[in-house]
Nanobody
Framework: QVQLVESGGGLVQAGGSLTLSCVAS????????MGWYRQVPGKQRELVAS???????NCADSVKGRFTISRDNTKNTVYLQMNSLKLEDTGVYYC????????????WGQGTQVTVSS
């Protein structure tokens, strides 16, 4: 059973930066895709960025050019570097395990809060 633990959230001013980390237990991390999602109250979780086992990445249009997803298989960790943060980036950020083919699984982390202030 894979477990995911996020960290790195916090309070930041608009225009600032944060880096989120998600550490995975288990041996399947290196062959799995990973995704970062965010959720704001009253809305469904939305995919922010994803990365395949081979390192190919995809980002939502709303964060392209500002957010970067990366992974370090030696540390079983996926990162989300967030720059030029906007008020609308506020939310709870979750990492999610994806299959090698990129399909979502039911394995989520507990979430980490990101609050962007003016």
């Amino acid at each position: 059973q894979v477990q995911l633990v996020e960290s790195g959230g916090g309070l930041v001013q608009a225009g600032g930066s944060l880096t989120l980390s998600c550490v995975a237990s288990g041996r399947i991390f290196s062959i799995s895709g990973m995704g970062w999602y965010r959720q704001v109250p009253g809305k469904q979780r939305e995919l922010v960025a994803s990365i395949t086992s081979g390192g190919s990445t995809n980002c939502a249009d709303s964060v392209k050019g500002r957010f970067t997803i990366s992974r370090d298989n030696t540390k079983n960790t996926v990162y989300l570097q967030m720059n030029s943060l906007k008020l609308e980036d506020t939310g709870v950020y979750y990492c999610r395990l994806l299959t090698p083919a990129g399909a979502p699984t039911t394995t989520w982390g507990q979430g980490t809060q990101v609050t962007v202030s003016s």
